[in-house]
C-alpha cells in the first residue's frame, strides 16, 4: 500500500489504525467491547443501541482525525484481523476471500441491514459466518461502517493476512 494509506486491525476489544509511513491509533473499541457495552448483548440490537455503538466508534475516530487530518486523504484503506475477514466472508457467502477482495459500502449496509433483523438463532444460518463470530459480527460492521461514514470511503480493502481461509 502507498504512503499515507491506512490499515485498520479489528481486534475483539480494540482497533489500531496504522497509517503507511506515519502514526499509529488504538481505539478502545472492538466488536466484543460493542457487544458487552453499547449492544448490551441484544438477540437483534434495538435501533438505538446500534445508534450507540456506531457513535461510540465514530466519537474515537474524531480523535484520531484531530490528530491527523492526513487520515481523511488515505489513498486507500484496508481492514485485516479475524473480524473484519469473518465479515467479509459473511458479506461474499464464502469460506475464503479473494485476494483483492473490497468491500463496497452499500454491500456493507446491506450486510448490516439484513444481520440485525435477524435474531442469533437465524443469524447462524448465513454462509460465510463462523459460529464463533454470530455475536460479534453486527459490532463489526458497526467498526466498519462507522469508519467507512467517517472517512467517507465508497469501499474498502479487507485483507487476509493472517492465514485464515
Same mark, same amino acid.
Given at each position: 500500500?502507498?504512503?499515507?494509506?491506512? &490499515?485498520?486491525? +479489528?481486534?475483539?476489544?480494540?482497533?489500531?489504525?496504522?497509517?503507511?509511513?506515519?502514526?499509529?491509533?488504538?481505539?478502545? $473499541?472492538?466488536?466484543?467491547?460493542?457487544?458487552?457495552? =453499547?449492544? @448490551?448483548?441484544?438477540?437483534?440490537?434495538?435501533?438505538?443501541?446500534?445508534?450507540?455503538?456506531?457513535?461510540?466508534?465514530?466519537?474515537?475516530?474524531?480523535? #484520531?482525525?484531530?490528530?491527523?487530518? /492526513?487520515?481523511?486523504?488515505?489513498?486507500? +484503506?484496508?481492514? &485485516?484481523?479475524?473480524?473484519? +475477514? *469473518?465479515?467479509?466472508? #459473511? =458479506?461474499? *457467502?464464502?469460506?475464503?476471500?479473494?485476494?483483492?477482495?473490497?468491500?463496497?459500502?452499500?454491500?456493507?449496509? @446491506? $450486510?448490516?441491514?439484513?444481520?440485525?433483523?435477524?435474531?442469533?438463532?437465524?443469524?447462524?444460518?448465513?454462509?460465510?459466518?463462523?459460529?464463533?463470530? $454470530? =455475536?460479534? $459480527? !453486527? *459490532? &463489526?460492521?458497526? #467498526? %466498519?461502517?462507522? +469508519? /467507512?461514514?467517517?472517512?467517507?470511503? &465508497?469501499? %474498502? /480493502? !479487507?485483507?487476509?493476512?493472517?492465514? /485464515?481461509?
Amino acid at each position: 500500500m502507498s504512503p499515507g494509506s491506512l &490499515t485498520i486491525t +479489528v481486534a475483539d476489544r480494540e482497533t489500531t489504525i496504522s497509517m503507511v509511513g506515519g502514526d499509529e491509533w488504538t481505539l478502545p $473499541v472492538g466488536p466484543t467491547l460493542l457487544v458487552e457495552r =453499547e449492544l @448490551e448483548r441484544a438477540d437483534r440490537p434495538a435501533p438505538e443501541q446500534l445508534t450507540n455503538a456506531l457513535g461510540i466508534v465514530t466519537d474515537h475516530l474524531d480523535d #484520531v482525525v484531530r490528530a491527523s487530518a /492526513m487520515v481523511l486523504n488515505a489513498p486507500a +484503506v484496508a481492514f &485485516t484481523g479475524r473480524h473484519a +475477514v *469473518g465479515l467479509g466472508r #459473511v =458479506e461474499r *457467502g464464502l469460506d475464503t476471500l479473494p485476494a483483492d477482495y473490497t468491500l463496497a459500502r452499500p454491500d456493507a449496509d @446491506e $450486510v448490516f441491514r439484513t444481520l440485525v433483523a435477524e435474531p442469533i438463532a437465524d443469524r447462524l444460518h448465513n454462509p460465510g459466518l463462523d459460529p464463533a463470530d $454470530v =455475536e460479534t $459480527v !453486527i *459490532g &463489526t460492521c458497526c #467498526v %466498519v461502517l462507522a +469508519v /467507512m461514514r467517517r472517512l467517507e470511503r &465508497t469501499e %474498502v /480493502m !479487507i485483507l487476509d493476512d493472517i492465514g /485464515m481461509s
